[in-house]
């Protein structure tokens, strides 16, 4: 009787080794795969439902069991949504470390300095790599799902090519965004300058998102932020056709007018003083490093050259006669205000 039972637990022993043998071979055996392929994992998919969705396609040959038995045995049944690149050749044990680690494809979206936030929520919405959650594109209801607590989103977005996994919403994409801003304006007004004109960092920010669409030449954005510095501290009135032309909104047809230039808004720079209510549009990390650093000197004007360059004066009396040089007399045919 004990040599009958030695030797039933020698057969179990050894049938244990040899499925834990088997299981073992699945982890090392290839997809089939003839060329490359992406595959989806859903929100919410078990890694069971993932090697049924597979065996069924034909990707793997072995029962599906086997496979679960094997991740199993491993500890890596835990998986992450995505959409995955597999290739030819990869096997079961290195699908499942992309699986377990979220190496998803990573789809890219980009917002272009100087943008407003109705060109950032339009690429957002004309884009099917991302998942569409929001349904009212109103500020309340943005504000509320993004927790922001400014009265206008101009300007809050960092400009950037950022780049998303196909399950990332139109929330997520904002809220990555927004915070980067957040994190680049505090990192940038933590190193600025002395005497600055401003009571805090969104001040600063509105005066980036002037000078990001004053110029694009880089060299020139210190230059124009201490022009717009020194006129704030000389009480002076910004008069920046920027402010006035986002104002404006869709009445703005793309000349600027002596009535455009009368007409009353917050963000009539020819009309108020001081800083308008909230940015016009998304500076960049050098926009904002300027208007925290701007360039010392005594110009107090500055006139576009037409060929996306400003010339920078001291007194009224020599931009005025800048304004006739470039404006009026030598228009280039070509002419245009900012480099972009």
């Given at each position: 009787m004990l040599k009958k039972l030695v030797f039933l637990l020698a057969a179990l022993a050894f049938s244990l080794v040899s499925v834990c043998f088997y299981i073992e071979r699945v982890g090392d055996s290839p997809l089939q795969l003839d060329q490359g392929v992406s595959f989806e994992v859903t929100p919410g998919s078990t890694l069971t439902q993932v090697i049924a969705e597979m065996y069924e396609k034909g990707y793997l040959l072995q029962h599906p069991k086997l496979y679960a038995s094997y991740a199993k045995l491993h500890k890596h049944e835990h998986i992450k949504a995505g959409e995955y690149q597999l290739d030819p050749g990869i096997n079961f044990s290195l699908l499942l470390k992309?699986?377990?680690?979220?190496?998803a494809i990573l789809h890219e979206i980009r917002f272009i300095e100087g943008w407003d936030f109705r060109q950032v929520s339009a690429e957002i919405r004309s884009s099917e790599r991302f998942r569409h959650s929001i349904t009212d594109w109103g500020v309340d209801n943005l504000k509320t799902l993004l927790g922001i607590q400014y009265d206008s989103l101009e300007g809050l977005f960092f400009p950037d090519t950022y780049h998303f996994p196909k399950t990332a919403s139109d929330v997520d994409i904002l809220r990555y965004s927004y915070k980067k801003m957040q994190s680049v304006l505090d990192e940038e007004w933590q190193q600025r300058g002395q005497d600055l004109p401003y009571d805090s960092p969104y001040e600063a920010l509105i005066m980036a998102s002037i000078v990001e669409k004053e110029t694009g030449v880089a060299e020139e954005r210190a230059k124009i932020a201490g022009v717009f510095v020194r006129r704030l501290k000389k009480n002076m009135r910004l008069q920046t056709d920027p402010t006035v032309i986002y104002g404006l909104g869709d009445v703005y047809q793309g000349n600027l007018t002596r009535k455009h230039l009368k007409s009353p808004s917050p963000y009539n720079t020819y009309l108020i003083k001081g800083l308008p209510p909230t940015?016009?549009?998304?500076?960049g990390r050098e926009a904002i490093r300027a208007a925290l650093h701007p360039e010392e000197g005594e110009a107090l004007y500055f006139v576009a050259m037409g060929d996306g360059r400003h010339y920078f004066s001291a007194t009224v009396e020599e931009h005025?006669?800048?304004?006739?040089?470039?404006?009026?007399?030598?228009?280039?045919?070509?002419?245009?205000?900012?480099v972009r």
């Open positions: 992309k699986l377990n680690s979220g190496e940015p016009i549009a998304m500076p005025n006669k800048a304004v006739r040089k470039y404006q009026v007399k030598n228009r280039r045919a070509d002419y245009q205000s900012t």
